[in-house]
T-cell receptor, first 109, second 113 residues
């Protein structure tokens, strides 16, 4: 069974701090990895994707992938209260996406 | 350009009833997906389609059926509804190329009592 694991949280950080969200996956055949943000009662929206080992930066967000450790992370710099949401990690393999249960992030003003 | 639309937004079904959740996209995407999301959980793939006439099972297909007669539409059929099918259902589409970014619809909240 292909699994994606995330700490459910909540992860609480003060405004302006760095939030670090982590994800592990079980299927070594996974080809690419995605981070989605989901506000309560809304649909998921894509923040970033990554498919190569290393770091990928986009504005305040940095995704990190370590295929040897089967580990994906998302760093949010200068966290804002508007970043408070649930963050879903997903792994993609042969037309299918496998989602973790999400980490709830609270950014305190 | 409406993106991905889903109807209805909310529905209450009695046990044993059937219904069809509608999903339409206007982005000419070949790939379409149906997910369910239970409270506090991630998304589970029910069925997906890589093009008109082609569908395949995801992680949790039991109790559901799909069809894909056009590129735009991907309806999900629930037969003999059960309380375990109480969930929020999301439809998504993607080009299937490059980043494989999925565009999600607003969801359908279904309660089976």
């Amino acid at each position: 069974q292909k699994e994606v694991e995330q700490n459910s949280g909540p992860l609480s950080v003060p405004e302006g701090a760095i939030a670090s969200l982590n994800c592990t996956y079980s299927d070594r055949g996974s080809q690419s990895f995605f981070w989605y943000r989901q506000y309560s009662g809304k649909s998921p929206e894509l923040i970033m994707f990554i498919y190569s080992n290393g770091d990928k930066e986009d504005g305040r967000f940095t995704a990190q992938l370590n295929k040897a450790s089967q580990y994906v992370s998302l760093l949010i710099r200068d966290s804002q209260p508007s970043d408070s949401a649930t963050y879903l990690c997903a792994a993609y393999n042969f037309n299918k996406f496998y989602f973790g249960s999400g980490t709830k992030l609270n950014v305190k003003p | 350009n409406a993106g991905v639309t889903q109807t209805p937004k909310f529905r209450i079904l009695k046990i044993g009833q059937s219904m069809t959740l509608q999903c339409t996209q206007d982005m000419n995407h070949n790939y379409m997906y149906w997910y369910r999301q239970d409270p506090g959980m991630g998304l589970k793939l029910i069925y997906y389609s890589v093009g008109a006439g082609i569908t395949d099972k995801g992680e949790v297909p039991n109790g559901y059926n799909v069809s894909r007669s056009t590129t735009e539409d991907f309806p999900l059929r629930l037969e003999l509804a059960a309380p375990s099918q109480t969930s929020v259902y999301f439809c998504a589409s993607s080009t299937g190329k490059g980043a494989y970014e999925q565009y999600f619809g607003p969801g359908t909240r279904l309660t089976v009592t």
